[in-house]
Nanobody
Framework: QVQLVESGGGLVQAGGSLRLSCAASGRSFSGYFMGWFRQAPGKEREFVAAISKSGGSTNYADSVKGRFTISRDNAKNTVYLQMNSLKPEDTAIYYC???????????????????WGQGTQVTVSS
C-alpha cells in the first residue's frame, strides 16, 4: 500500500515557477514508476511527466518538455515536479501517481496507475 500527498501548488503569474512535491508512505516507493498528471476543468486527466524507479530516466508530455523537470529522492520517498516558464494553460489540479509498470509507454497512461494523491491546485494568471 502506498499513500501519496502532494504539496506546493498555488497561484503564480505567467512566466513564473513552482515546485510540486509528492511524499509517499510505505516501504516500496522505489518499486514504482512515479508520474505527474493534471486535470483542468471539463477536461480529462492528462499525462505530464514520469520517472523510472531509480530516477535515471524521465519522460515528458510535449506540452511541458523543456519547461518542467521531474525528479525523485528514494531515500526521502518523494517525487518532485519543477515547473518553470509557466503558462495560463498549465492551470489545473496536479496529481502524482505510483505505477507498478516497466516502461514509459505504460507510465504515460493514467489507467495503469495503482495509487493517486489528492491533488494540488496550480493556477497561472496571465
Amino acid at each position: 500500500q502506498v499513500q501519496l500527498v502532494e504539496s506546493g501548488g498555488g497561484l503564480v503569474q505567467a512566466g513564473g515557477s513552482l515546485r510540486l512535491s509528492c511524499a509517499a508512505s510505505g516501504r516500496s516507493f522505489s518499486g514504482y514508476f512515479m508520474g505527474w498528471f493534471r486535470q483542468a476543468p471539463g477536461k480529462e486527466r492528462e499525462f505530464v511527466a514520469a520517472i523510472s524507479k531509480s530516477g535515471g530516466s524521465t519522460n515528458y508530455a510535449d506540452s511541458v518538455k523543456g519547461r518542467f523537470t521531474i525528479s525523485r529522492d528514494n531515500a526521502k520517498n518523494t517525487v518532485y515536479l519543477q515547473m518553470n516558464s509557466l503558462k495560463p494553460e498549465d492551470t489545473a489540479i496536479y496529481y502524482c501517481g505510483a505505477a507498478a509498470v516497466w516502461n514509459f509507454i505504460m507510465a504515460s497512461m493514467k489507467d495503469n496507475y495503482d495509487y493517486w494523491g489528492q491533488g494540488t491546485q496550480v493556477t497561472v494568471s496571465s
